[in-house]
């Protein structure tokens, strides 16, 4: 009974065709944005904006991207930490270069590079599918990382190879506190994870979809293959491509092109198969459990082991996190192997039927 | 859920503290140790962070703390990962905020990601033997002190070995750099360079891909070469297969030379009779020779406070290694103490300005009984390295014996390097420089 949408009467073609058509969706998305925007600030610590919010938002921006490709378009890529890494490398080039550019200009270019790069690297996906694909875009992992470090000129002929972040000069004001660059990170993030809802119900989304369920159905009916599957991994590294700027500026301030490793990649690919695949949502939940899980146990474990009295050590701790969250990962898989975004929509179902289910 | 949080938070923190020191006493300076037992190099972050650990406690019971204040630490694991070295940061660094010893990451990346963070937040960053090497210019970073010796000085300190031991020139013969792809790897190339031009000699530079467990390309082109000299910069288990695959082609490993992150037992040990005659260089001695290490192993594990579980590490390279780094960060507290008054604890600026201020003589570490253990150093605002001087040692079969004094690099060729590195990091970051002749 609390989600029902009996009575909600739509009249008009826009209140038919708006991102969120039930009532209660539409509540519940702005007290969430009230609450990021204007709650969280209020509340949260320091500790909280530098270690767990900034971080999972730019993870869930970098899930979105990897799901628009694999989760609507249905290409398997396991490339997108070095997707990051060129949208972090070229945004800091862009701030270096060019005397005086904006940083979310920066942050664009970052990403439209990102798109260059990866409807090179989705060439492939031309001709092969799956697993091959997938292997295919390990090539990007390596190729990309390679190269970062073998011409200097990309990291302004650092001796290491590192790059440190400029100063975020925003409109004239420079954002140094957690807060502020919390807040410039969830409005970008707020205005790509809508943008994304909006693109993948449109047609270039459904041609996605059709392609992913079967490729030789959808070119039937009259998609055209290679534009719409260049289009996913444009799209998919732009995404990427921005939220590795992000992480180089707002969040680490130094990055190195190792730090992009395939464990980034994996860890990215978690997150989408744990919080649903073909989900906005899911990429938000996903990047939640894979970041805020170990740092939980990591939190709660001591505690635990004070409170019972066990000798562990910090060795321990962290042995008994990886065990623990591979278990969870496990049992999460067999119970619900649509991920977290299918137990959100199982619990919407069971609260149009509250309190009488049938 | 975020409200519900803090308590949890302060609770642990509460509960660790109590943990790690026993009763409470009224003033204790609190050791941020943002450090990896895990992943893979958890082995060398047992040995080093064991043997810090060890200090302090050693400090703790054999003299009651320094003037009477205790030593505390709170144990946060990194896997040796940046993102969760970052991670650790954040959630020691609330504790820090009250006193502060300096954070030692053993790790670049996680250094390179706090650089600016500790800068802000007034936490002093030690790097000892790794990280931003330009650091070494203080007037641009304040807050990061890569402290004993760097990369670029333990290239030029090895080159200057090597000229001894070859009467006094290097003009014509041909030395090959062997090096791991990476950061770490890379930061000697520009100071081997510098190094070539002055000394006439040329040099080969021959990269080898993480993780390094296939060299035989390197090898043959090595064979090819007929190089005089082989230094050698690499890490984990790259150093054990060079070491082998040198053995292999035959090439005398007495003329390999490696830097102080392949000079560990961890190195050695595996490659077996291979590594016999091998050279590297290091700031710290191994074994329990050094009269702290043997007190150490007495006082400590004697009382039961070891932090060790593998007793055998106790005097191994990596071990010595942070008893060195808790030795130079222990008297930076008893300097700063003596500026900002004995039996108070340090807040993280002074820290820092101990650190700046450092000046530990031999006389000072014949005292502390670390006779030799690392070089004297003394450090200032224009120059937060504060010694530059490596040792060369041998491996001969079961221990390292070390083959040459201390040896410093070549100054007056090297800083200005990091000057002009410092200055673009200045320019690229818009900080004004301090002055330093204004620092006291």
């Known amino acids: 009974m609390l989600y029902r949408e009996a009575g909600q009467f739509k009249t008009t073609y826009a209140a038919d065709q708006q991102l969120f058509p039930i009532r209660q969706d539409r509540i519940g998305v702005i007290t969430l944005l009230v609450v990021a925007f204007l709650g969280v600030p209020f509340f949260a610590s320091e500790y909280w904006f530098s270690a767990i919010l900034i971080p999972f938002l730019i993870f869930a921006l970098a899930a979105l991207g990897l799901n628009i490709l694999t989760g609507y378009a249905g290409q398997l890529s396991l490339g997108s930490a070095a997707f990051m890494a060129v949208g972090a490398y070229a945004a800091y080039n862009f701030q270096l270069r060019i005397e005086g550019i904006p940083i979310l200009v920066s942050f664009a270019l970052a990403g439209l590079t990102a798109a260059g790069v990866g409807i090179l690297f989705g060439l492939p996906s031309l001709r092969i599918k799956g697993f091959y ?23 302004n002929n650092s001796s290491s190879g590192v790059i440190s972040t400029q100063q975020l000069i925003f409109f004239g004001h420079e954002l140094k506190t957690p807060v502020e660059k919390y807040l410039l990170v969830l409005s970008i993030v707020v205005v790509m994870a809508l943008a994304a809802k909006n693109m993948v119900r449109s047609t270039t989304g459904r041609a996605w979809m059709a392609v992913r369920d079967m490729d030789v159905a959808a070119s039937v009916i009259g998609i055209k293959l290679m534009p719409t ?53 899911g990429s938000f939940l996903g990047a939640a459990f894979i970041l805020l899980l170990p740092i939980f146990l990591d939190i709660t474990l001591p505690f635990m082991a004070d409170l019972f009295g066990l000798p562990f050590s910090s060795a321990t701790v962290s042995h008994i996190q990886i065990t623990v969250f591979g278990a969870l990962i496990m049992f999460f898989l067999i119970v619900e192997p649509h991920g977290l975004a299918r137990l959100w929509q199982i619990a919407k179902e069971k609260l149009r039927l509250w309190p009488f289910p049938h | ?95 820090a905020a009250k006193s502060a010893g300096p954070l030692h990451t053993m790790s670049t990346g996680i250094s390179y990601a706090l650089i600016d963070k500790s800068a802000q937040d007034k936490l002093p960053l030690a790097m000892m033997g790794y990280g931003r090497t330009d650091a070494v210019d203080g007037s641009v970073f304040p807050y990061a002190f890569p402290l004993v010796t760097t990369y670029q000085m333990q290239a030029s300190a090895i080159v200057k070995f090597l000229k001894d031991k070859n009467g006094g020139s290097l003009a014509g013969k041909k030395i090959v750099y062997l090096y791991h792809d990476s950061a770490y790897g890379k930061e000697a190339i520009v100071a081997l360079n510098a190094e070539a031009a002055l000394n006439k000699f ?22 090819q070469e007929k190089p005089d000299f082989v230094i050698f910069w690499g890490w984990g288990v790259m150093n054990q297969t060079a070491l082998k695959a040198a053995q292999k082609v035959g090439y005398p490993r007495d003329k390999m030379i490696g830097s102080w992150w392949t000079g560990s037992e961890e190195d050695v040990v595996p490659a077996g009779d291979a590594a016999k005659g091998y050279m590297a260089a290091t700031w710290n001695v191994a074994g329990k020779q050094v009269p702290v290490i043997a007190d150490i192993e007495k006082v400590v594990y004697g009382a039961g406070k070891g932090n060790l579980q593998d007793k055998a590490k106790i005097g191994t390279i990596l071990y010595n290694r942070g008893v060195s780094a808790a030795v130079l960060s222990v008297e930076a507290i008893r300097k700063g103490q003596e500026k900002y008054g004995k039996g108070k ?96």
């Open chain 2, 202 to 223: 040329e040099m080969v530079q021959i990269p080898v891909a993480h993780p390094g467990n296939e060299q035989g390309a390197q090898w043959l082109k090595i064979r």
């Open chain 1, 229 to 281: 599957k260049l289009l996913a991994f444009a799209v998919s590294s732009f995404y990427c491509g921005v939220a590795g700027a992000l992480y180089a500026f707002c969040y680490l301030g130094s990055v190195e092109p190792d730090g992009f490793s395939l464990e980034m990649s994996f860890k990215i690919l978690f997150m989408i198969i744990i919080g649903g695949v073909g989900s906005i949502m």
């Open chain 1, 133 to 155: 694909l997938a292997v295919a875009t390990l090539a990007a992992q390596f190729f990309i990382v390679w190269c970062l470090t073998k011409f200097p000129w990309l990291s």
């Open chain 2, 1 to 95: 859920m975020i409200k519900s949080f803090k308590p949890a938070l302060s609770a642990v923190a509460l509960s660790l503290a109590m943990l790690s020191q026993g009763a409470a006493a009224a003033e204790e300076q609190f050791f941020p140790l943002i450090d990896y037992r895990v992943g893979p190099y958890g082995s060398n972050g047992q040995a080093f962070y064991g043997g810090f650990i060890d200090y302090l406690n050693y400090v703790n019971l054999k003299e009651k703390g320094v003037n009477g204040v205790q030593m505390t630490y709170e144990e946060c694991e990194t896997e040796y990962n940046n993102a969760k070295g970052v991670e650790c940061y954040e959630r020691l660094k609330g504790k």
């Open chain 2, 345 to 440: 604890a340090l807040t993280g600026e002074q820290t820092r300005w101990a650190l700046e201020n450092l000046n530990i003589t031999d006389a000072r570490l014949k005292t502390l009984g670390a006779t030799d253990l690392l070089p004297e150093i003394k450090t200032s605002c224009d120059n937060h390295e504060g010694s530059g001087k490596v040792k060369i040692q041998q491996w001969d079969g079961a221990k390292w014996v070390p083959v040459s004094g201390w040896i410093e690099g070549n100054k007056a060729l090297i800083h200005p390097l990091f000057q002009a590195s410092a200055k673009q990091y200045a320019k690229e970051k818009g900080i004004t420089p301090r002055d330093c002749s204004k620092e006291k």
